[in-house]
């Protein structure tokens, strides 16, 4: 079965051939490269853009892969012109694929030359491809291959987003891959939740962070303690409120927890920090824990918190890994009574 992975760039400075990642899309590519671990890829074809190329390098440097670089894969061009309504243009170009705009391409015209790319490859002896495009172009693509998929679904987009495009005998079908998000507890998802603390429990290990050992046999109170403790409610002496939120992918099947304390007292600047977080046994090694850290920095910098204190045990490789990827300064270490080194990280907001 040929296997395409379709791929928007990460976060970018600007439009122009030429812009470079920010700081956060450079981030977003070492955490694209994590994606990917596990799984055997044999090209790597990219737009010829900065942009692209810097989404992709992380992976093709793990790889050893070359980037192959096809103009064919620029971005689709609206206008010449600078377009005040440029916004409703382009809805109308979803709308009419023969609308041409001056020194622009029809959605047609646009559509054809990644097709053409994508044939190619098909055609090709390579079983797993990267294809590494822009937001537009990509739509265009994914409408070729479903008419339900629009303006609005472009507007979704995601940067990054990677779709797989599977050809099965004679079809060609895709599917959203990295479709993850934090959401709060809700009594909404309680079998999935059961299945994800019984899986932990099974496993004997420590469950961390720390809230997922509340017992959840009376589901709606877990839920509404996790409320609670949000808000500030009925803490006990010496502890700060913490929100809790759960990683679900596009199924809904929790991955892992994230707990985030809103401020550090002198216990938690030595030995806890502002995040804890942990991924289910049975989806590690699969780039999640980078992807969760990453979110749930989003959501401590929406609580005010500017720079994040996030600590690992010293033989927790995999946490060193993932904080150190999502831009951890190390600190001091902190040795705990018993003799256990946690390493101490800053990350900035």
């Known amino acids: 079965m040929k296997k395409i992975y379709l791929i928007r760039h990460c976060e970018a400075e600007g439009q122009p ?3 470079a990642l920010t700081e956060r899309g450079f981030k977003q590519a ?10 055997s890829i044999n090209r790597i074809i990219s737009s010829p853009f900065v942009r692209t190329i810097q989404s992709i390098e992380p992976l093709a440097k793990r790889l050893n892969l070359e980037i192959e670089t096809n103009d064919l894969l620029t971005e689709r061009v609206l206008s010449s012109e600078n377009l005040s309504d440029w916004l409703e243009k382009l809805r109308s170009t979803f709308e009419d694929f023969d609308l041409k ?3 622009g391409e029809s959605s047609n015209e646009a559509v054809k030359r990644i097709i053409s790319v994508v044939e190619e490859v098909l055609n090709s002896e390579a079983e797993n491809t990267i294809i ?3 937001g537009n ?8 291959y479903n008419n339900h998929f629009g303006f609005e679904d472009w507007k979704a987009l995601r940067n990054p987003d ?16 990295n479709q993850l998000s934090l959401i709060k507890p809700t009594v909404d998802l309680k079998e999935e939740y059961l299945s994800f603390y019984d899986e932990w429990l099974e496993s004997k290990e420590d469950m961390v962070p720390w809230v997922i050992k509340k017992d959840p046999s009376n589901f709606e109170a877990m839920v509404q303690f996790l409320q609670d403790n949000e808000q500030g409610c009925n803490l006990p002496e010496g502890w700060v409120p913490d929100s809790t939120f759960w990683l679900i992918n596009q199924d809904k099947r929790i991955l892992g927890v994230v707990n985030i304390r809103h401020r550090l007292t002198e216990i938690l600047l030595n030995s806890g920090g502002h995040i804890g977080y942990g991924i289910r046994p049975s989806e590690r090694r699969k780039g999640y824990a980078t992807k ?4 749930a920095l989003e959501k401590s910098k929406e609580l005010g918190i500017r720079k994040a204190l996030v600590l690992c045990n010293e033989d927790n490789t995999g946490s060193f890994k993932t904080i150190i990827n999502n831009g ?5 270490d902190y040795i705990e009574e018993d003799g256990n080194v946690i390493k101490r990280f800053w990350i900035e907001n």
Do not use: M
């Not at 172009?137 to 070729?144: D, Q």
């Open 162 to 177: 990677v779709f797989l495009l599977k050809k099965e005998k004679h079809s060609l079908t895709y599917e959203r891959l």
């Open 292 to 295: 969760l850290l990453s979110l």
């Open 132 to 134: 590494v495009t822009h």
């Open 17 to 19: 051939p030429e812009a």
């Open 328 to 332: 951890g300064i190390p600190d001091s």
């Open 30 to 39: 070492i955490q694209l490269a994590d994606l990917f671990t596990g799984i």
């Open 101 to 103: 705009f001056e020194g």
């Open 137 to 144: 172009l990509l739509s265009l693509l994914l409408n070729h």
